[in-house]
């Protein structure tokens, strides 16, 4: 029993390729991958794992970490940043800061996300981690714990530099994790902006932004070495994709790519709400102060399948015949299976609903003392 409970708890959702749906996306890019963003499921790829050039797709992984630094409550976004002289010497897309220059969190983070500005950057990795450089520790650090094994970060901008390379797939990866902030989409989707009380105005290097419906960001990139790079995301009918295009020749094919990678996955995909075909059954628990607990599925239930399957999708349900008291409330029960024509797709468990104590040993021989009156 024991070795079963331990062996489901292991359950993930599954990220196997779900399978061949429609035409195959015109990819005009070194590298490509779609992603759904809620499960990690890998819909499409074409060279994931090459490593290449990011430009300032790089970004992203600093974008995530400040986001990370505000939701957590070590920055706050009216907080002031006095730009250094080093952050002011960056070349590339800027917004022209000055050394000495105050914004506050909030203006920087628009710079980066809607312009691109590697000054902005800069400013931003120095004031959260005191230098550049440890910032870029910080980034690397970062990608280890998401499983980017094809990513090594040299700095925060994507400018070239020797061993700065990531993958489609990491790329991805790190974008998924940036969209679980939804205070980003504040920067990411604004089309036409403004920095210095209007005295600047912005324009989104991410022209996805205002042409494709649904569009949520995330990040464009282009050097001469690198090509030109995307990484974007979009959510439909409550399906959100990441789209990433490495080394295009040109902006337009890397947003054409992109493109073709959303509509493939929008019109071969969707979430399904699933719920168990019955009432689930108690689960009797011996030696607890109550005879049964009740199992429920453990949050939100979806799984990621093709549309020409919808009415191919069966559950089966998995319980233990019983379970020996201490039971604690979310303890794993069993499982809702999925199945996609007869294939098992997806494995959600099924938790105590609440608790059950040990009965002590006073209370057995209450409980065997009612008996025998019951009995006589």
């Known amino acids: 029993m024991k070795r079963w409970c331990a062996a489901l708890a292991a359950v993930l959702l599954l990220s196997a390729p779900a399978g061949a749906a429609g035409a195959a996306p015109a990819v005009e890019a070194q590298a490509a991958v779609l992603m759904e963003q809620e499960t990690g499921t890998v819909l499409f790829e074409h060279n994931a794992h090459d490593k290449l050039e990011p430009a300032s797709v790089t970004k992203v992984m600093t974008l995530l970490l400040v986001m990370e630094a505000v939701d957590s409550g070590r920055l706050t976004l009216d907080e002031p940043v006095t730009v250094s002289a080093n952050a ?14 105050q914004m506050t969190v909030d203006e920087l983070l628009k710079a980066v996300a809607v312009v691109s500005g590697n000054d902005a950057a800069v400013a931003l990795a120095e004031h959260l981690s005191g230098s550049e450089a440890a910032f870029v520790e910080r980034m690397n650090q970062r990608a280890a714990e998401l499983g980017m094994s094809d990513t090594h970060f040299v700095n925060c901008t994507g400018l070239p ?67 030109y790079c995307l990484s974007a995301t979009a959510e439909r009918d409550g399906l959100s994709l990441i789209a990433v295009v490495l080394k295009a020749d040109t902006s337009q094919q890397r947003f054409d790519t992109a493109q073709n990678l959303l509509n493939f996955g929008f019109a071969n995909y969707t979430l399904l709400d699933v719920q168990p075909g019955a009432a689930l059954p108690p689960v009797t628990v011996l030696l607890g102060e109550q005879s049964q607990v009740q199992p429920a599925v453990s949050g939100p239930a979806r799984v990621l399948v093709e549309r020409d399957k919808l009415d191919l999708v069966t559950t089966q349900i998995r319980l233990a015949g019983d379970v020996e008291a201490p039971v604690e409330e979310g303890q794993i029960l069993g499982e809702l299976v999925v199945l996609v024509d007869g294939q098992e797709r997806q494995s959600i468990p099924l938790v105590a609903r609440s608790g059950v ?18 009995a006589g």
Not at 88 to 101: D, P, R
Not at 202 to 226: H, P
């Open 357 to 374: 104590e040990r009965i002590s040993v006073g209370g057995i021989f209450s409980r065997l003392l009612r008996a025998l009156l019951l």
């Open 161 to 227: 530099a020797a061993g700065h390379l990531t993958s489609a797939y990491d790329i991805a990866v790190m974008s998924r994790e940036l969209m679980r902030h939804p205070g980003i989409q504040n920067y990411t989707t604004i089309w036409m902006d403004s920095l210095r009380g209007g005295q600047f105005q912005l324009s989104n290097t991410n022209k996805l932004v205002r042409y494709y419906d649904g569009c949520t960001g995330l990040k464009t990139g282009s050097t001469d070495s690198a090509g």
């Open 88 to 101: 002011a010497s960056m070349g590339g897309s800027q917004v022209y800061l000055k050394e000495n220059e």
